[in-house]
């Protein structure tokens, strides 16, 4: 590895924390993963011995391990904040998978502490910067679809319980299907159309039990404490008119995932859970018709957004997935429950700027020209 790697620990080793390894020890050059730790030390160790140079560490020690520039913090929801501000406290930088926290008093400190301390916070997803949701970005900053008047995003599913091994912290608060899904869609509308401004919204829990069909916890019964249905209303700041429905209460539909609609056109977005997808474009009374992608990562590239924050760090230049957007995206989550609660609008408190479009033709590993 070149001397200038950016060097990376990660703290939670579950479910996901899988394709962030393969992805950041293989894909991007600018990236050493060196350690990783988890609160049962089986799991990191397990983790550990896939790669070659990863050490298993304590939690406590990566985070007083020098080396380490970035903390990737894969815990549960109800953890990112507190193993955030640790490793911000210890003088790293941060990319949290989502949400950035689950209450936004805890995302207000992080960033304040990471301001405070001179390192980047920002976090997960990453998929807005995928083949599929570069491509629509093109499009729209090319003005294909001319201004955008409205859009729409549905994620209707019911819940995860029929196949993620530990559920139950999607039914706990900084779960529910806003908080667990709806980061992949408002991150994907704030890249593609900018800010939003109000909101207002309404929600319902349809089961207020769970039980657990996948292993090894099949059976157990869970007690839903957060929101299972969630329709939302936004008024972007450019005037643009949005509408969010996430659900884990149904059993499917056919909506789309996201459409964009413009004074000129019409633009079908992929879904934003993943980097790829079909991009569809309509212009006037024309027909449908797929747009090849402009830009890489068409794969399953987690781990992106950290690259692209490990050579922030590098240059000096601003981060995409950063602390801003991710804070928006929580405040709007919460919006759209505090709209419900209290039967109003919700006028953002928070803000954020479009994070900048990629570049074009980016060889595999790199995300600058
Ligand atoms: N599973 C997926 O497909 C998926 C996809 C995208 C994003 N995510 C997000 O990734 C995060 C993790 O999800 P997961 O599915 O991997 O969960 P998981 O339960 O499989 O893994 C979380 C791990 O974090 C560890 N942990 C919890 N608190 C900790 C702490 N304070 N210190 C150290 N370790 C701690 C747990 O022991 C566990 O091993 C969540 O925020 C989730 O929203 C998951």
Known sequence: ?????????????????????????????????????????????????????????????????????????????????????????AGKSVYNEKPLAVAREEGKELLKAAEAKGVLVGGAPDTFLGAGLQTCRKLIDDGWIGEPVAATAFMMGH????????????????????????PYYL???????????????????????????????????????????????????????????TSFDVWGGHLPRIEIYGTEGSLSVPDPNTFAGSVCVKRGHGNWAEVPFTHSYAENSRGLGVADMACALRSGRAHRASGRLTYHVLDLMHAFHDASDSGTHVTLESTCERPAALPLGLRQGLLDE
């Open 1 to 89: 590895m070149a001397s200038e790697t950016v060097k990376v620990g990660i703290v939670g080793c579950g479910n996901i924390s899988g394709i962030y390894l393969k992805n950041m020890s293989q894909v991007f050059d600018v990236l050493e993963v060196v350690a990783c730790a988890d609160l049962i030390m089986d799991r990191a160790k397990a983790k550990a011995e896939e790669y070659e140079g990863v050490k298993a560490r304590t939690v406590k020690a990566l985070l007083a391990d020098p080396a380490i520039d970035i903390v990737v913090n894969l815990t549960i929801p109800n953890a990112h904040a507190e193993v955030a501000l640790a490793a911000v406290k």
């Open 187 to 245: 991150t994907a509308l704030v890249s593609l159309i900018g800010p939003v401004r109000r909101v207002t919204g309404a929600t319902r829990i349809t089961f207020p039990q769970r039980a657990v069909t996948s292993k090894p916890k099949y059976g157990t019964v869970i007690t839903v404490d957060v929101p299972t249905h969630i329709a939302g209303i936004m008024d972007f700041a450019n005037g643009a008119v949005g509408t969010i429905v």
């Open 159 to 182: 819940g995860h319980e029929g196949w993620h091994p530990d559920p139950e912290f999607f039914y706990k608060p900084g779960g529910g299907p806003m908080f667990d899904m709806g």
